[in-house]
C-alpha cells in the first residue's frame, strides 16, 4: 500500500514562515527514537473525551495502536470510531484527527507485529488479536486489539527551525 500525500496544505503560520512539507511530518514519524509518547484522544457515548497515552506505530502512511478489548479507549473506539492522536516529536509537534477502526486480517496483523517485534514489543499474533508477555499498563489485559488509525486531517507546529504551522488535508 502506497502512503498518502495530502490533497490540501494550509500554512497557519501567522510570521511570514512558508509552509511545512508534509515529508517533515511523515518523517519524523518513521525515524527513531521509536518510543516517543502518544496520546489518543476518543470521545464516549455520554460525549465525555477520553485521553490515554498509547504506544503509536507508523506504517505505510497510517498509524497504528493497540488496546484490549475492556479499556474504556476500546469501548468508546467500537461506538465512534472518530478520534484524534498528538504526539511531541522531535522538532515538530503533531495532532491527527481521523478514525481507528480494528483491524482482524491476519497478512496485516502478521506484518505489524513483525514491525513491533523490530522495535523489541515481542508482539505475536493469536487470532485476531496481539498477545506478549508484556504491555503497556494503559492497553489493558490482553489479548491486545490492533486499529488502524486513517489520518483526515493533520496538523504541524514546528518546535525547531524552520519554523512555521500547517494543516494537512487527506482524501478518503
Not at 40 to 46: E, H, I, N, S
Not at 50 to 68: K, P, R
Not at 147 to 161: I, K, L, P, Q, S
Request: net charge negative.
Amino acid at each position: 500500500m502506497a502512503e498518502r500525500e495530502p490533497t490540501e496544505t494550509i500554512n497557519l503560520d501567522r510570521y511570514g514562515s512558508s509552509p511545512l512539507p508534509w515529508s517533515r511530518a511523515r518523517d519524523s514519524l518513521a525515524a527513531p527514537p521509536y518510543h516517543q509518547t502518544f496520546f489518543l484522544g476518543t470521545v464516549g457515548p455520554d460525549g465525555r473525551p477520553h485521553a490515554a497515552g498509547v504506544g503509536a506505530l507508523w506504517s505505510e502512511g497510517d498509524l497504528y495502536v493497540v488496546s484490549g478489548p475492556g479499556t474504556r479507549k476500546s469501548r468508546n473506539l467500537a461506538a465512534n470510531p472518530a478520534c484524534a492522536i498528538s504526539a511531541a516529536m522531535t522538532g515538530i509537534d503533531l495532532v491527527f484527527e481521523g478514525e481507528a477502526t480494528r483491524v482482524t486480517d491476519g497478512p496485516t496483523l502478521e506484518r505489524l507485529a513483525a514491525l513491533y517485534r523490530a522495535q523489541e514489543w515481542p508482539a505475536q499474533v493469536e487470532g485476531d488479536a496481539f498477545t506478549a508477555p508484556y504491555s503497556a499498563p494503559s492497553a489493558g489485559p490482553p489479548p491486545w486489539h490492533l486499529y488502524r488509525f486513517t489520518v483526515h486531517t493533520a496538523f504541524g507546529v514546528a518546535t525547531e527551525e524552520p519554523n512555521g504551522a500547517t494543516q494537512w488535508r487527506f482524501g478518503h
